[in-house]
């Protein structure tokens, strides 16, 4: 979980676009990060002197120090991370164009059969459908794929140290301790983000401590494990503490009507589907929306693009994390997994005149050209613009890294 923009819950390590998005589908090999090895540090090192003191004094043994310290140190890199976590204006269309990507709803797809039997147990328990859950796990690391291999102890002692929020990380340490000393994990298994997110879901060590299960009754909670049991169950858990009503969706795409009153959007304002038909609000198939309890109308990319109408689950989603195009990828990827259809409403061009698909194509024309994008999401990040330089470069033209109309139609 990304907590910048967490509501103090969850990580997400998965969410390459940082505020707002998952990462791409492509999975590079790793490569060795130098600035996530530990390095000297006098003044760490006395820290870690001190605070020893004050986890014993909470109830930390020192034995569970000794295991837990042997080997930590200085991560430069954590703290660089922390420093520049950019919040990026992803537009929801780039947002979902990765989220619910034909590949993760394929993956996820195949991840609900392959896990069917045990997502059929948690809903029976928890009371929250497998697509949602799966859909959770898709966004948070890519259902397991990316769960973090950062050292936990020496990713929270870094940042306690570093004391932008200290006091935060000193608890999550304090509570990541109490995890090993549980007996829950061990310390070289207890990785994760920089940030101290762990597992598939990616839960930080406090919310780990309120509402982690031991879902296959092993005695122990473990979300790191590659059976993913106890942590789709852990997060059906929490799902379930804050409210998720069965049966109930997150929310349901919607035509609003022409010269819609847009003061009337936002979770602020709520009626019911009724109340909102009777001021032109029609599902996206063209019928009224069937009431599904007090409702909410969303424009997150204004009007001419996609409209939504949220209900409670909403809110549940958005305390795992409350980014609002989180709360909308997971739903709508959620649907998708169910069987669900695309979005029916298009977006606009953007900025630069392209459409999604137009953004596409200039991918796929710049890496057949030998010229590598990254993939052809349609979302132009860093990869792409790279290739738009280097193609530019090597073309004799102004190089802006920047797409265009122009560039699309020399391509082709």
């Not at 991370?81 to 619910?100: K, V």
Request: aromatic content about 8%.
């Amino acid at each position: 979980m990304r907590t910048t923009r967490r509501s103090a819950t969850f990580g997400l390590l998965a969410l390459g676009l940082a505020a707002c998005g998952p990462p791409p589908p492509a999975l590079a090999p790793a490569t060795r990060d130098e600035t996530l090895v530990a390095v000297p540090n006098p003044a760490f090192d006395a820290w870690v002197r001190a605070f020893r003191g004050r986890a014993q004094a909470q109830g930390i043994a020192p034995g569970t120090l000794d295991r837990a310290f042997r080997g930590v140190g200085f991560l430069p890199g954590v703290i660089e991370r922390d420093r520049n976590q950019t919040e990026f204006t992803r537009t929801l269309e780039d947002y979902l164009a990765i989220a619910a990507s034909d590949e993760r709803v394929a993956t996820g797809r195949a991840m609900l059969r392959r896990w069917g039997p045990s997502l059929a147990r948690i809903e029976a328990r928890y009371g929250v459908e497998p697509a949602v859950v799966t859909a959770v796990w898709g966004l948070e690391s890519r259902y397991g794929a990316r769960r973090g291999e950062v050292p936990v102890i020496s990713a929270l002692s870094t940042l306690a140290y570093d004391g932008r929020r200290g006091a935060f990380f000193e608890r999550q340490l304090i509570a990541a301790l109490r995890i090993l000393e549980n007996g829950d994990i061990t310390p070289a298994r207890m990785t994760g983000s920089w940030a101290g997110a762990m597992g598939h879901t990616q839960f930080i060590p406090t919310s780990y401590e309120a509402y982690a299960v031991d879902f296959d009754a092993d005695g122990r909670r473990d979300i790191w494990s590659e059976d993913p049991t106890d942590a789709l169950a852990s997060t059906a858990a929490y799902l379930s503490r804050f409210g998720w009503r069965r049966g109930q969706p997150w929310g349901v795409e919607v035509m609003l009507p022409q010269g819609f009153d847009t003061s009337l959007a936002g979770r602020g304002t709520t009626r019911s589907p009724a109340s909102w038909a009777a001021l032109g609000v029609r599902g996206a198939d063209g019928r009224p929306v069937p009431d599904h309890g007090p409702a909410s109308i969303l424009i997150p990319q204004g009007l001419g693009a996609p409209a939504f109408m949220v209900f409670p689950n909403f809110g549940v989603i958005a305390r795992y994390n409350n980014a609002e195009k989180y709360v909308i990828g997971v739903g709508h990827l959620s649907d998708r997994l169910a069987g669900g259809p695309p979005l029916r409403a298009g977006f606009p061009p953007d900025a630069y005149g392209l459409t999604l698909e137009d953004r596409k194509l200039l991918q796929r024309r710049l890496t057949a050209r030998g010229f590598d994008t990254g993939g052809a999401d349609g979302v132009i990040g860093p990869d792409t613009r790279a290739a738009i330089r280097a193609f530019q470069s090597r073309a004799g033209l102004p190089v802006t890294g920047e797409p265009s109309r122009a560039l699309l139609q020399r391509l082709i």
